[in-house]
């Protein structure tokens, strides 16, 4: 049987069609990123003397600022296209690709640095869980960035031919996006701080 997609909201499930399908991706997310928060809390727990890798406290916390505030520019690229404002919706998912960009640079620059030390994943056990978490989460900043860039390129033809869900799928691209700035919020502390 075929779903329809729909912009309306379902009367079985009370959402649409792609905001059904984004919540339950994101559950499946939750569930990947849950596990391996719960390994490392399980290792760092069990293990009589932590290998503790020290981590730049202010590349972290610059990477948490830029992804908050590229989590408010998408918030603004959808409310723009709520509001019919076209340039203005360009705009803000351009300047949340460049942020996302951005964190990626800031990730690469952080990374060479602990390489230039040698401290790779076979280090020790901290940094194994470390380039776990942050390369599978770099993964997903690249994913966000792929969506956004197809929606201001090719996938940008729908606005016109169809406006109501062209901003559906703004607005499951802009829940992914919270997705992957929250399981930074997660990161920062638990990595960088504890």
Excluded at 84 to 94: C, I, N, S
Excluded at 108 to 131: L, M, W
Excluded at 137 to 145: N, S
Excluded at 150 to 160: C, D, E, R, V
Aim: charged share 15%.
């Amino acid at each position: 049987m075929e779903i329809p997609y729909i912009v309306e909201t379902r009367a079985d499930t009370g959402l649409n069609n792609v905001k059904l399908g984004i919540w339950l991706f994101l559950a499946s997310e939750v569930m990947l990123f849950g596990a391996l928060f719960s390994t490392y809390i399980i290792l760092r727990v069990g293990a009589p003397e932590w290998p503790r890798g020290e981590l730049s406290v202010i590349f972290g916390a610059a990477n948490t600022i830029i992804l908050i505030s590229s989590s408010v520019t998408m918030v603004m690229a959808w409310a723009s296209l709520k509001m019919h404002a076209w340039g203005k919706h360009r705009f803000y998912l351009l300047v949340t690709v460049g942020l996302a960009l951005f964190f990626l640079v800031n990730k690469f620059f952080e990374y060479a640095e602990h390489v230039g030390k040698h401290e790779i994943p076979s280090y020790n056990t901290f940094f194994a869980i470390y380039y776990t978490l942050t390369g599978l989460h770099g993964l997903h900043i690249v994913g966000g960035i792929v969506v956004m860039l197809y929606f201001l390129g090719p996938g940008a033809k729908l606005a016109k031919k169809n406006p109501d869900q062209f901003t559906n799928r703004i607005e499951a691209t802009g829940l992914y996006w919270h997705f992957v700035d929250l399981v930074w919020i997660f990161l920062f502390p638990v990595l960088y701080l504890l």
